[in-house]
Every structure is written in C-alpha cells, then in structure tokens.
C-alpha cells in the first residue's frame, strides 16, 4: 500500500545544475531525411528525395510522376490513387542495408 503524503512547510534545498544538452538546432539531423506522406484525402502518396525547386515533371506511367530539379536530380515521387497501387500506404517500413 502507499504511505500517505506527508506536506510541509520546510525550505526545499535545491541546487542549480547547467544544462548538460547541446541546443536545439544540435539535436536536429544535419541533413533533412527522406520523407513519406499519404494523404488520405486525395488518396496520393508522396515520397521526397530531397529538398529544392521542381524544374519539371515526367510521367513514367499512368498515376505515377517523378519531379526533377534543374540538374535533372530526383526531387520526389508521386503516386495517385495509391491505395490501388499499394498494399496499405498507410504503413511503412524502413530498413538500411
């Protein structure tokens, strides 16, 4: 059973520590990551490479689009009506190998 709390009106003795974590901005990852996103709204599946401007689009078959920047590097993918062309884009699984 628990002890019944016991209150008082003693001073707390307390000491100030320095924050031993690195700031914020140092806990971030250096490098944006590779990002997923199903939006469940227009059924479209959404996979970004890496950050920068879209200079143009291709389509490499009927719902599926891959956006290129000015030097021809892979932005994203897009996938429409994802839920017909995946077994559940609501789930994800990463490994590294």
Known sequence: MRKPIKYTDEP?????????????????????AVRVNYDTRTDTLTITFRQGAVSRSEELAPGIFVELDALGNVVSMELLEASKRADNPKAMEFAVS
Request: proline share 19%; aromatic share 10%.
């Open 12 to 32: 707390i003795k307390a000491r100030i520590i320095k924050d031993f974590l690195p700031p914020p901005e140092q806990l971030r990852f250096r490098h944006p």
